[in-house]
Structure formats: C-alpha cells, structure tokens
C-alpha cells in the first residue's frame, strides 16, 4: 500500500468511500458483504475510512461504525461531515446535536478527520454565519480533541471557493474536491487544485473515476488504453492519474463489491504516476467524453417527489450521446409510465441538490424529445 504522509501521520493513499456499499434486495445495506470488504481492506493496508450523515439514506455512519468495530481504534483513521442543511439542523437544534449523534451512530469518541460537508453557493452562509455558530462549535470541538483534523469538502465554483478559503482557509486543515482526468477540464478541478496549493492545504479526493464512469469507457477509448497497460484495470488509469499529482494526500474511492476493493487495492500497491505520453492520452479521453451529462450517481436527487430514479435516467441519456442507441427506446418504454422521463414536472428539487449543477429537468425534457424523434423514425 502507497502512504501519505499528513502531519507526520501515515495515511493509506487509498481511502474507503462509503457512499456506495453494497445493497440487499430491500435497498439496504449488505453488512456483511461490508465487514468482509472493511476486513479486505484493513488487511492490505488501507486505513482511512471516510462516512457522511447522508449517504445511504444516514445508515452509513451506523454501517461503518459496526465494521470497524472489529478493530483498536488508534489502528484506523476515521473521518465524517457535518451537513450544512438547515432542515436537519432546525430537527436536531444546534450544531452540537448533529455532531453528538454523528458519535453515537459510528460508535466513537472522536474523529480522526472532520469536514464541512461540500461548503459551496448554497449552504457558505449556514456554514459560516452566527445563527447555527457551526465554525465556532467545530474547532471548538478540535481544541477539545474530539476533531483531530479539521477540514472541508466542495462542488463550489472558484469564486465561492476562493471568498471561503480568504476568510477560514487559515483553519482548514485539508479540503476533498471532485478530482479526476475528466473533471481536470470540465469542472476546472485543476485551478482548485492550484488554489489550494497557494494556500498549502492538501488535497483530498472525491469520484476520482467519477462514479464508475472512467471504468467502463467506450470501446475505442479502452482499446487506446488497453494498448499500453493490456494487464492493468480502466479504473486504474484514474487512480494513476491523481498519483501524478503531488498535492493528493487521499484519494477515496466508493467501492460496492470485492472485485473494486481487490483490483483498487492491487493499483495502490506501487506508486505508478502517468508518463508525459501517457497524461496526455488521458487527457485527450477526457476531452471525447465531455459531451455527456456529468452525473456521478451521487443519488442526492433522490429528493424527486416523483421518485424517478434520476441516476438511471441519465446514464440511459448519456448512452444515447454516445451513439448506443439500439434498445434505449425499449429500456425507457418498459419503465412504468410513471417513472419515464417524460414524468417530471419540472419542479427543479433535484437540481437544487445537485454537486454537479445539473439541470436535470432540462436534460430530461431533451431526454424525452429525442425519445419521441427515435420512436417516430422507427
């Protein structure tokens, strides 16, 4: 295992992301196949477990608490998020009762690592601002040792990122951005990358294959990669890519089975950064894709009165954009009426929750007319 060294403490450049755990038929989470991975990954070196209050619907926190329970807690790093969304903390009523339920549902004393949860346009002012005195509770909270690292995580745009890091940088012990070869370009991740390096805060990694994209490329762009390294994994291109980089001290990785744990653990074994030639032929990828809708099946949309399984949706669209469009008329018209993409009303919910500013009514509304133009053509 490839480590890191922040503040003189050792981190696995590989971090388990549990965004994604794996799934039991009723849509909860697969304990078991959890603990089994949490005990792969422990095994191979990998300490640095990262968790937040909503991913898979707040059982997370529970999920990973249970598995790592298993082991000294001064043997992993622990890190979680605190949500800067006013309705939970209306229900909760002060930022100490989010932070102190955070404990109890990963069963632990402190954290080893602490974040603002993705400070961008929407939510700076409840993180900053006197009313909830969230930036006052938190370090107040690292004084007392219950945080032993301060942090922030961000989908901000440069303006709002750089207004935040002038007034709290000096207390920001590291910052996750959405960081990849793709998203290098597209979502300008490389001027983050260097404003945070002016500010000498270390850079953590969130969707660095954004979310499963950059592993399952298109026939012609596999075959381009495949060229070079035929034994090595797409996904592993991803990960080498963020080795280049010198600022990267974590990169975390949402793994959903055995098979990504074994083949991600297998790439961090050796630190293997891209060549010239090699960063330019990523790049060059990068650039062929960027004709798709950005969706990283984050499931933050999930807001949907409707229930419309978003993520599915706009895999389906960006299928479409590439060209696959055998069979993407029948995969839509076998979804019950209610659940198609003509079915949104427009109401904009989901695009209020998402990181990547996605104007998801938009592309469905495109999404539906194309679909109309295909089935007429047939």
């Avoid at 388990?16 to 755990?21: L, N, S």
């Avoid at 603990?35 to 997370?60: C, K, L, P, Q």
């Avoid at 083949?263 to 010239?276: G, I, K, M, Q, W």
């Avoid at 650039?287 to 895999?315: F, H, M, Q, W």
Wanted: aromatic share 10%; hydrophobic share 35%.
């Amino acid at each position: 295992m490839i480590y890191s060294n922040f503040q003189e403490e050792q981190l696995s450049l590989l971090g388990f992301g549990t965004m994604r755990f794996p799934k039991l038929a009723d849509d909860s989470i697969d304990q078991a196949q959890v603990e089994e991975m949490t005990r792969y990954a422990i095994d191979h070196g990998v300490n640095y477990f990262d968790t937040a209050w909503f991913y898979h619907g707040g059982t997370s926190e529970v999920s990973i608490g249970k598995a790592l329970k298993a082991y000294p807690r001064e043997s992993f790093y622990l890190a979680d998020k605190f949500p800067g969304h006013t309705p939970i903390l209306e229900e909760k009523g002060s930022a100490a009762a989010v932070f102190e339920e955070q404990l109890r549902r990963c069963g632990v004393e402190y954290f080893d690592f602490y974040l603002l949860h993705n400070v961008c346009e929407r939510n700076v002012d409840i993180f900053t601002g006197d009313q909830w005195g969230i930036m006052d509770y938190l370090k107040e909270q690292k004084r007392n040792g219950r945080i032993r690292h301060l942090g922030f995580s961000t989908h901000a745009e440069l303006p709002c990122l750089r207004q935040f890091l002038a007034e709290y940088g000096q207390d920001m012990e590291f910052c996750q951005i959405q960081l990849n070869y793709l998203d290098w370009t597209l979502q300008d991740a490389k001027t983050k990358y260097e404003l945070l390096g002016e500010y000498n805060i270390p850079v953590w990694v969130m969707e660095p294959v954004r979310g499963g994209k950059l592993c399952a490329l298109n026939p012609d762009e596999e075959a381009r990669l495949k060229a070079i390294e035929p034994d090595k994994s797409i996904a592993s291109w991803g990960f080498r890519f963020l080795q280049t980089l010198p600022n990267v001290k974590m990169i975390l990785s949402g793994m959903s089975n055995m098979e990504q744990m074994a083949d991600n653990v297998n790439t961090f074994d050796t630190r293997a950064p891209l060549s010239e030639s090699e960063m330019g032929l990523v790049l060059d990828i990068a650039e062929g894709i960027k004709n798709s809708v950005p969706c990283t099946a984050c499931r933050y949309c999930y807001t949907c009165p409707l229930e419309l399984d978003i993520p599915a949706l706009l895999a389906m669209y960006n299928e479409m954009r590439y060209g696959h469009q055998p069979g993407i008329l029948k995969r839509v018209e076998e979804l019950p009426e209610e659940k198609r993409p003509a079915a949104c009303i427009g109401c904009g919910t989901c695009a209020q929750s998402c990181p990547q500013n996605i104007d998801i009514p938009g592309v469905l509304k495109n999404f539906t007319e194309k679909l109309e133009k295909l089935a007429a053509a047939q």
